[in-house]
């Protein structure tokens, strides 16, 4: 973002509808190393997204990034001191990128700074401008970003919005740049908008500043307040300035990034007017309310999209610039405008750096399928493509070097006698300035940096640049690139050898593999951890979980952290039962999981123990259950209260079973018989009995190993131990084994 397009943005949001002042932090998150999200609410608007992107971006977002799970020392220190704050101000420091928001919360006044310059930060300070906390601690040469220091802000630069007639002839008159380079640099416009200057005022801008006349600084210094002057009353034109998309263009994800519009092509009609203004099929912006644009309320807290239409660009374009005002260097591109600034700027910025992390993140994936070798060969190969890019480029800056002999030869020639001459390496620059301001002397022009401890410059070859060694002949300054080709072919050679070596590993593990397939069923372990495995739980034959405590601590915990009001709750008409929970996710339960969580409650109970063939039990909703106990009551651990009419399940049968699941997950499964059944396979019913639970394991298991092969595999997801994890309590006996009584059965690939 340029300086006008930060004093646009903070005009933005402190008038009119867009405001933010007033607005209360609710949530504070840092989904990147760079970046902070304001989770806000707005009278009038609801629950918006600030994006605050140090050195690059601030503007309300829809295109919120996945926030950590595990929330960072800035994020959790900004929520100390302004949750639950109010914005009071948002200011831009003079005409710089740096945006200021003063916030207020029980009397106490802090200030967050937003530094959007080159290697910017955000900056939590008191009022006193005492550092609390950086996002990023940094020692300067001349200031010190740091807890408890003073913060300082980098030099004033001059706001052209503020400056007198006066200021700028004095500016301009002790230049000794161009007209252009002085306005870009010391007024501290840009490049962007200096050219937009000139472009309305038809002044020459190559012409020294210290020649413009008195008339022409009249002109540049009415141009600029008649540009800016919409920034300044609020009535500017944010759009978006497109142009027509390229070739597919190599550029690394973080150069995309850069280029936002090779990332934002997407599909989709539009017709350009004769003005110049495209209509797309549905611009943000012209359709969709600012509320709407700015994310709702379930984007805010988890970090996904608002459900809003999707931006479409026109078809074979892509985004050439944002901007807030009409400029005339744009006349003759198609723009698509927008209702506010904010939007432009996510659409060109937000949602490009959603796309980066989007690419990155599928790219992780993809990686994580591969195996370690696999992983390893692809790590080679592109190392080896690497290699082959470096020879290349080398050799043909080496030929570059000979096919222009003559032409190299003049540069080296003449900056050698200068230097015999005694002229130092800053009167060679000037001299070298000058000669390209006249645009006539070709070897100046190819001149393009000098850099003097090395006695080097680096030179434009037309198709290749080249750093040239004043000190050394043509052909030993071709030689140093060829030498640097010959140490990437060296470096080829080991990482071919070590490719080659990789790929006889991984074809000797798949030929392993295809004689273990020939010897018999090959399996896969693949296991996750879940919350609810530290308690009894098993998956319905509809799909739902149903989890139960295994102990008074258990029942606490799922009661406290994991019950939710819309839950079905099920218990015994007798203590020593798991508190048993179906968790419906806001979804109708049927009643064959219902029946299935009755059977489950029942069987995991003292009944068990007791050899009782059937029980009863009842079931509640989650806001039945209570810890509040009436006036004079106590309610000990592990137990509730509960309130409102009971459904009850009676003459419920105990009986439960074991299986094995191998998809989506291998592992061992316990429940009532229907549920495992269909989520499993090789089922072991069983029934009150007389091996206690250890025994009873270990009997299961050793029918498991008559039944597969991979001894090691079924070890990993039903050892004796893993199973009786999964058995109710007391004593147990087979009713129906994992045969079905069928000893010789082979079990087949899963």
């Known amino acids: 973002m340029t300086s006008a397009d930060v004093a646009a943005i903070v005009a933005e949001l402190t008038a009119g509808e867009t405001t933010l002042l007033d607005a209360k932090v609710e949530k504070i998150y840092q989904p990147d190393e760079n970046e902070i999200r304001l989770n806000l609410f707005v009278r009038g608007q609801g629950r918006v997204n600030l994006i605050i992107e140090s050195g690059k971006r601030l503007h309300m977002s829809r295109y919120l990034k996945e926030s950590p799970k595990v929330a960072q020392s800035f994020p959790m220190l900004l929520r100390k001191y302004i949750m639950g704050a109010r914005i009071i101000s948002i200011e831009q420091h003079e005409f710089d990128r740096i945006v200021k928001i003063g916030m207020m919360r029980g009397g106490e006044e802090t200030i967050l700074i937003a530094e959007l310059f080159s290697k910017g930060n955000v900056i939590l300070t008191d009022k006193e401008g005492k550092i609390i906390l950086p996002m990023k601690p940094i020692t300067f040469k001349e200031r010190r970003i740091r807890s408890g220091e003073i913060y300082e802000l980098p030099k004033n630069q001059i706001n052209p919005m503020k400056t007198t007639i ?18 870009a640099n010391q007024f501290n416009l840009g490049g962007l908008y200096s050219e937009e200057v000139f472009k309305r005022c038809e002044i020459d801008k ?41 070739e597919k263009s190599k550029a690394s994800a973080e150069e995309k990034l850069e280029n936002p519009g090779a990332v934002l092509a997407v599909a989709g009609g539009a017709a350009a007017d004769g003005s110049g203004a495209v209509t797309a099929p549905d611009p943000a912006g012209t359709n969709t309310d600012s509320a709407n644009l700015s994310g709702g309320a379930a984007a805010a807290d988890t970090g996904a999209q608002a459900e809003t239409p999707e931006f479409v660009l026109p078809e074979n374009m892509e985004i050439a610039d944002v901007v807030a005002l009409d400029l005339a260097q744009y006349k003759d591109l198609p723009f698509i405008e927008f209702k506010t600034f904010s939007e432009a700027l996510d659409e060109a910025f937000g949602k490009a750096a959603l796309k980066v992390v989007e690419t990155k993140k599928e790219e992780v994936k993809q990686d994580k399928k591969l195996g370690i070798y696999e992983r390893r060969l ?6 080896i493509e690497k290699f082959n890019r470096e020879i290349e480029k080398n050799t043909k800056v080496a030929e570059a070097i000979y096919s222009n002999y003559a032409f190299v030869e003049s540069i080296l020639n003449v900056l050698n006698a200068s230097r015999d001459k005694g002229y130092s390496w800053d009167e060679i620059k000037k001299i070298i300035e000058a000669a390209k301001k006249e645009n006539s002397n070709e070897a100046a022009k190819a001149i393009l940096s000098i850099q003097p401890a090395e006695a ?81 739980w098993f998956i319905s034959s509809d799909g739902f979980l149903v989890v139960g405590g295994r102990d008074s601590d258990s029942n606490e915990e799922i009661f406290k952290k994991y019950m939710e009001k819309r839950d079905y709750v099920f218990h015994t008409q007798y203590p020593g039962a798991p508190l048993t929970v179906v968790k419906s996710e806001g979804k109708e339960v049927p009643e064959s999981t219902l029946q299935e969580a009755a059977t489950f409650a029942v069987s995991h109970s003292t009944l068990w123990k007791s050899g009782s063939a059937s029980g009863d039990c009842y079931m509640i909703k989650g806001d039945q259950v209570s810890k509040t106990p009436e006036t004079g009551e106590y309610v000990p651990k592990g137990s509730f209260i509960i309130r409102g009419e009971r459904r009850y399940f009676e003459d419920v049968t105990l009986e439960l079973a074991v299986g094995l699941e191998f998809k989506p997950e291998t592992r061992a499964i316990g429940g009532p018989i229907s549920a495992v059944t269909k989520n499993g396979s090789y089922v072991c019913e069983i029934i009150p009995g007389k091996f206690n639970q250890n025994d009873l394991s270990k009997k299961i298991y050793r029918a498991y190993t008559d039944l597969i092969k991979d001894q090691k595999f079924l070890k990993q997801i039903a050892s004796p131990d893993l199973i009786a994890m999964v058995m109710p309590p007391g004593e147990s006996d087979i009713r129906e084994g994992p045969d079905g009584g069928k000893s010789n059965q082979k079990i087949e690939n899963e």
């Open 166 to 183: 006066a200021e700028m002839k004095e500016i301009l008159s002790a230049s000794d740049r161009d007209a252009i380079r002085t306005l």
């Open 378 to 383: 692809k790590q080679q190969t592109e190392t």
């Open 456 to 536: 080097s410059v680096t030179v434009d070859l037309k198709e290749f640049k080249a750093v040239l060694d004043i000190r050394k002949t043509i052909p030993q300054n071709a030689n140093v690139y060829y030498d640097q080709a010959k140490k990437f072919e060296k470096k080829k050679d080991g990482a071919e050898k070590a490719l080659a070596d990789t790929q006889a590993i991984i074809e000797k593990k798949e030929k392993e593999k295809k004689e273990d397939k020939s010897k018999g069923t090959e399996f896969v372990l693949k296991r996750k951890k879940h919350w609810y495995d530290r308690f009894k």
């Open 206 to 246: 190559t012409k020294p500043a210290a020649d413009l006349t008195d008339g022409e600084i009249q002109i540049i210094y009415d141009t600029i307040n008649e540009m800016l002057a919409p920034i300044q009353t609020g009535n500017f034109s944010p759009r978006l300035i497109l142009k027509e998309k390229k």
